[in-house]
C-alpha cells in the first residue's frame, strides 16, 4: 500500500509543525497538504521549511478542497469551528479525519458525529498512549473507591496561550471517573468554586485550572479520603507525544468503515 496522504490543518502554528515533523518522521505516511487560515503570513511558504525539515514541495494554502481531494487524510488540532468544518468537508472526501481539537459544545459533537456517518473519524482530547491508559486507571480507581470515602478532584496546568478551560484531557480524565462511578459527569461536576461555596458535595467530581508559562500539559486526578489521599498524574513534555499519536490514529482508520473512533479504539484499550 502507497504512503498515506496526511493533510495538517493549522500548519504554521506549533502544533502543525510538530505534526509535519511527526508525518515526515512515521514510516507509512506523507504530506499531502497544508492549511492555514485565510490572511496568514504562512501563506505560499512551504511547509516543510517553515516546519524546519527542508522543502517538502508543499506550499501552505486557505483553500481546503483541493488538498482534501488528493489526500487519504486530515489532521487537525486548531478550532473547534474548523474541527466541524473539516469534519464535512472529509465526509464529502470519504476521507480519515483526526481531530485532536478541544473546546467543543454539545451542538459542534452532534454536526461531528452526524459527519461521521460518511467520514472515518477519530476525535479524542488527548491523542498519547500515557493519558489514555491513566484513564483507564482513573476509572478502575473511581470503581473501587466510592463515593461515600473518596472524593474525586482532576488538577491541570497548560501553557498561557490555552484557550479553553478545562482541558480536554481534564474532561476526558472526568468521564473516565464519572463512567467508574455509573455518574453522568455533566450532572456531577463542579468547574468554578469561588465565595462562600458551603461544603463539597458527596459524589460531586471537581476541576481545577491552572495557566502559566510554557508548560505543555500536566493532569492529576486526586482520589481523596479521610487520611489518605492518591494522585494518578501524567506530565506532558513535548508536544511531540500528541502528534506521534495523531498521525498513528490516521494510520490505523486508513480502510476502516465510517463511524467515530477514539484513542482507546486505535491502541486497542
Not at 501563506?43 to 481546503?64: F, H, K, M, Q, Y
Not at 482530547?125 to 473501587?144: F, K, P, T
Not at 458551603?198 to 481545577?208: H, K, V
Amino acid at each position: 500500500m502507497s504512503d498515506m496522504g496526511l493533510v495538517v490543518v493549522g500548519a504554521a502554528g506549533r502544533m502543525g509543525q510538530t505534526l509535519i515533523r511527526a508525518i515526515n518522521a512515521i514510516e507509512g505516511a506523507t504530506l499531502a497538504g497544508a492549511i492555514e487560515r485565510p490572511g496568514s503570513p504562512f501563506i505560499g511558504r512551504d511547509a516543510g521549511e517553515l516546519a524546519g525539515i527542508g522543502i517538502l514541495n508543499v506550499p501552505i494554502t486557505d483553500d481546503p478542497l483541493p488538498a482534501f481531494a488528493k489526500a487519504d487524510g486530515v489532521i487537525d488540532f486548531s478550532t473547534p469551528a474548523a474541527g466541524v468544518e473539516f469534519s464535512g468537508y472529509a465526509a464529502q472526501a470519504r476521507i480519515v479525519h483526526v481531530i485532536g481539537t478541544t473546546g467543543f459544545s454539545t451542538e459542534d459533537d452532534a454536526k461531528i458525529a452526524a459527519a461521521a456517518r460518511h467520514a472515518t473519524i477519530v476525535k479524542s482530547g488527548n491523542m498519547s498512549l500515557g493519558v489514555n491508559l491513566l484513564c483507564i486507571l482513573v476509572e478502575q480507581a473511581a470503581r473501587a473507591l466510592g463515593p461515600d470515602d473518596f472524593d474525586i478532584e482532576v488538577l491541570e496546568m497548560h501553557h498561557r496561550h490555552k484557550v479553553d478551560a478545562p482541558s480536554g484531557t481534564a474532561l476526558l480524565l472526568g468521564d473516565a471517573a464519572a463512567a467508574g462511578r455509573g455518574i453522568d459527569l455533566r450532572e456531577n461536576s463542579v468547574r468554578v468554586r469561588d465565595g462562600y461555596t458551603g461544603p463539597r458535595e458527596a459524589g460531586s467530581i471537581g476541576f481545577a485550572t491552572l495557566r502559566g508559562g510554557s508548560v505543555v500539559g500536566d493532569h492529576s486526578v486526586i482520589l481523596a479520603g479521610t487520611g489518605e489521599r492518591i494522585t494518578l498524574a501524567h506530565n506532558a513534555e513535548d508536544r511531540a507525544i500528541f502528534a506521534r499519536g495523531a498521525v498513528k490514529a490516521a494510520l490505523w482508520a486508513r480502510g476502516r468503515k465510517p463511524g467515530l473512533y477514539s484513542m482507546r479504539d486505535v491502541l486497542g484499550l
